[in-house]
């Protein structure tokens, strides 16, 4: 029975100090999802204020809905918690009552058998009426023992008795700390509703509009596509250019064995006839695949390569020759490989793009509201090529294209991960 009750008190003892633990952790995490929830409060409040992009409000409050469903689960798990320790608890407190009754029942017998002996003949009496000297002795201790074990007894009560009023007021405590929880979870769980209720308004308003941003969808993958066209163009003219000097060259060198074929194929080369020079520049750009340097000092990508479904509208889908990286206001766009400018272009009022020669690669940066450099200039690794405009809507976006011949890769399979 004792080594039953040690073990059910080792276990109680180890299950508080892992649930206190846990407890803790469960009320950190909670604090940090609020955090964040109130980040992306004052988001959505910075978009509706500068913004009118229903589709960013949507996205930010899809996610403010993910971490009020976090936050209500964490809840939960605190309730849950609490529950297995008010239960602990109680059992605890069940188990001083039992007991304390038959303490109390037995001292309450011992008294009445002491208030019946009571007297100091009655004790004397039964000492005398010994019938030798080794069980008078034996009567003189039982009598000292009973009386140890009566005031033992009674310290215990007192002592069981104490802790039981601790207990109480400890599941009290838990009581009211459940309560509320379970208030709050209610609150959250509203609030939840609530923000649900918005994100339907937002979507409802998104559909409203959905023609309109499939109509500018459409007319700036146009626009993108005609730039793309000149893109292509000057690498084409770039290749044939190169390549008439090349065939000039050859021509030049052995006047005598360059048949006019060979000239007129080296001519309608679709690819750069590079020479030894120019093939180790493009040999090194291609050593340094997935490790070239970013064309800005800090950004990320936010709109990636190739045909990418549009954020709210799935069925709509935007193709992109390169990738969009989102950077700070006033950054400029830097070179992410030396090699020479061959081509500076103005494709809007408001914008121009920088073509660098590495080789037969071309690395093309678009957006610049401004640029430092002009065709035929030498850049290096990280050498500043001009400012990257910053649109109406306060955003700052770099299009970087990457170009092997006239052909575009992906430009995040080349860059520095």
């Known amino acids: 029975m004792q080594k039953r009750v040690v073990t059910l008190l080792f276990i109680f003892l180890t299950s508080m100090a892992w649930s206190q633990l846990t407890q803790e ?3 950190q995490r909670k604090n940090k999802i609020q955090e964040e929830i109130h980040e992306k409060e004052r988001m959505l409040q910075e978009v509706r204020g500068k913004e009118k992009s229903v589709g960013k409000l949507l996205q930010i409050q899809k996610e403010k809905i993910g971490l009020k ?4 689960v964490t809840t939960e798990k605190q309730t849950k918690l609490l529950s297995n320790d008010m239960y602990i608890n109680q059992v605890q407190i069940n188990k001083l009552k039992k007991d304390l009754v038959i303490l109390k029942d037995d001292y309450a017998q011992m008294i009445v ?9 009655s004790r004397a009496m039964f000492l005398l009426s ?3 000297f080794s069980q008078a002795y034996k009567r003189l201790q039982y009598m000292k023992q009973y009386s140890s074990y009566r005031k033992m007894q009674g310290d215990e009560i007192k002592d069981k008795t104490t802790k039981l009023a601790d207990y109480n007021a400890k599941l009290s405590g838990q009581k009211t700390d459940k309560e509320k929880l379970l208030a709050e979870q209610e609150k959250q769980r509203a609030d939840l509703e609530k923000e649900k209720q918005e994100q339907e308004k937002i979507a409802n308003s998104l559909k409203k509009d959905k023609k309109q941003i499939a109509a500018e969808i459409k007319k700036k993958q146009l626009e993108s596509k005609k730039i793309d066209a000149q893109i292509q163009k000057m690498i084409r003219d770039a290749i044939a250019e190169a390549n008439r000097k ?12 360059t048949t006019a074929a060979e000239t007129k194929k080296i001519e309608e080369s679709t690819k ?13 750009f291609k050593a340094n695949k997935g490790s070239l340097n970013w064309p800005v000092e800090k950004g990320a990508i936010t709109l990636g390569y190739g045909d990418q479904p549009h954020p709210v509208y799935k069925s709509l889908t935007i193709h992109n020759s390169g990738v969009e990286i989102t950077t700070e206001p006033g950054s400029n766009a830097r070179a992410v490989f030396s090699g020479e400018v061959t081509k500076v272009i103005i494709t809007s009022p408001l914008t121009k793009l920088v ?14 509201g401004s640029v430092n450099v002009s065709a035929g200039d030498h850049v290096s690794a990280k050498q500043s090529l001009g400012k990257i405009r910053t649109n109406a809507e306060g955003k700052t976006i770099l299009k970087f294209t990457i170009s ?10 080349w860059l520095k991960r």
């Open 25 to 27: 952790e469960l009320e």
């Open 69 to 72: 469903e976090k936050l209500i």
């Open 113 to 121: 058998k002491s208030y019946k002996s009571r007297s100091q003949q």
């Open 130 to 132: 010994s019938k030798n």
């Open 246 to 257: 090349a065939a000039a060259a050859k021509v030049k060198a052995n006047p005598k064995t």
């Open 272 to 284: 750069i006839m590079l020479t030894p020079e120019g093939q180790l520049i493009s040999n090194n």
């Open 355 to 368: 073509c660098v020669q590495h080789g037969d690669f071309f690395t093309i940066y678009q957006n610049l």
């Open 404 to 413: 092997q011949n006239a052909n575009f890769v992906n430009p995040t399979l």
